[in-house]
């Protein structure tokens, strides 16, 4: 149990690592090592003695962030999002008790917020923590571009060698449109995780996946399908890249394998997937999980634009998204509901500003390409 304990905190969670240091390996031992075993059961373990921990002990401010973050792993690996609420409510209790030297307690509450995609409260949160490459990666989702390369600037300077650091400054090459720069920082930050014996089988599917969702996005599938078949070699389990690969089938037109891999898994996305398919009893489904908050407004819009239906719905989520944050990719999903709602001109303007980095995204690109060729402005498609 003491073990299983101690990997509570290292683990990836949106591909986070935290165990109290961050890794940092010497040039010498860049080869790849045998990995820690996984063991399906150990996460419910230490969810089970933390709860009675927390139980026998409830001002135990440690204890409670601990927990917290075994709920962010459990979430991870097993996908229930109430545990994102778990986790953050327990964060909240372990930090009512001590809010100043609760470096776990601060961390796991930035996390969880990000689950919930309440990119600015967490913002806030890391900011207090004085994680830079974490407060970069809820910049990148705000949309605070030039606020993300300060910080991730600083970061890299005192952890050269963080995979997680690599990773955002490899979305930081993707927003530019320097692919083979994205590219080789994605490889690299995967090259990083195999010389520690101690990443954990969710993280290296993680990082697997991020390079297949690139890689997918710049049109190369099979070199994604690759990928996301990695991912799954590290963690069979593993629901999104098994989404990952059921994209794809259908992208192919394979219909079949799309649907069999779809079946699969309990995810929103997956439902969505379905439905186009052809599975139309998905709706009852999508829009059930939708009012319980099990999908965010992003994917369930461009669902809906897509789909023809709902558009007024979509259009109000997106505008409710766009407020909160100004990244690309959600000015193009506002561009997109708008213009499938009919509002062409105001999505001309979204689909411009989703093109303002230079972005080299298909799904960007394809959207903006529709939306701007009916107007004789395809001109704005290429930027840079």
């Not at 809820?138 to 970061?155: F, I, P, S, T, V």
């Not at 690759?226 to 394979?254: H, I, M, S, V």
């Amino acid at each position: 149990m003491r073990r299983g304990i101690a990997h509570v905190l290292v683990f990836a969670v949106g591909g986070f690592f935290w165990a109290g240091k961050h890794f940092s390996p010497r040039p010498s031992e860049a080869k790849t090592s045998a990995h820690v075993a996984y063991d399906p059961t150990e996460i419910e373990k230490s969810v089970r003695f933390l709860e009675s921990r927390a139980l026998s002990d409830p001002q135990g401010a440690t204890g409670l962030a601990m927990l917290a973050s075994a709920y962010l792993r459990r979430q991870s690996e097993l996908g229930d999002p109430d545990d994102l609420l778990r986790a953050e409510a327990s964060a909240r209790r372990s930090l009512s008790v001590r809010s100043h030297n609760n470096p776990i307690g601060l961390w796991a509450l930035t996390k969880a917020l990000m689950g919930r995609h309440a990119f600015a409260q967490a913002h806030a949160v890391a900011t207090q923590l004085g994680d830079g490459a974490l407060e970069a990666e809820c910049d990148l989702e705000l949309g605070n571009y030039d606020r993300a390369r300060k910080r991730l600037a600083e970061a890299a300077a005192l952890r050269p060698t963080d995979p997680i650091i690599r990773v955002l400054q490899a979305r930081v090459w993707e927003l530019v449109g320097k692919v083979q720069l994205a590219e080789d920082a994605y490889k690299s930050a995967l090259a990083l995780t195999d010389i520690n014996f101690e990443t954990s089988a969710p993280s290296r599917a993680w990082f697997h996946s991020r390079l297949a969702a690139f890689l997918a996005s710049q049109g190369r599938l099979a070199d994604a399908k690759q990928e996301y078949e990695a991912a799954l070699d590290a963690f069979p389990n593993d629901r999104r890249a098994t989404l990952g690969l059921a994209q794809l089938a259908a992208e192919q037109g394979d219909k079949t394998e799309a649907r069999r891999l779809a079946e699969t898994i309990a995810l929103p996305e997956a439902a969505m997937l379905l439905y186009t398919l052809g599975d139309k009893s998905q709706w009852e489904r999508i829009t059930s999980e939708a009012s319980g908050r099990h999908v965010h407004g992003r994917a369930l819009a461009l669902f809906y634009a897509d789909a023809g239906r709902n558009l007024e719905e979509a259009v109000r989520l997106m505008r409710s998204d766009w407020s909160a944050r100004k990244d690309i990719h959600t000015a193009d999903a506002l561009a997109w509901t708008l213009y499938k709602a009919g509002e062409q001109d105001e999505a001309k303007i979204y689909a411009r500003l989703a093109l303002d980095t230079g972005t080299c995204d298909r799904s960007i690109l394809e959207h903006a390409k529709q939306i701007l060729s009916e107007t004789n402005d395809e001109t704005k498609l290429y930027p840079h």
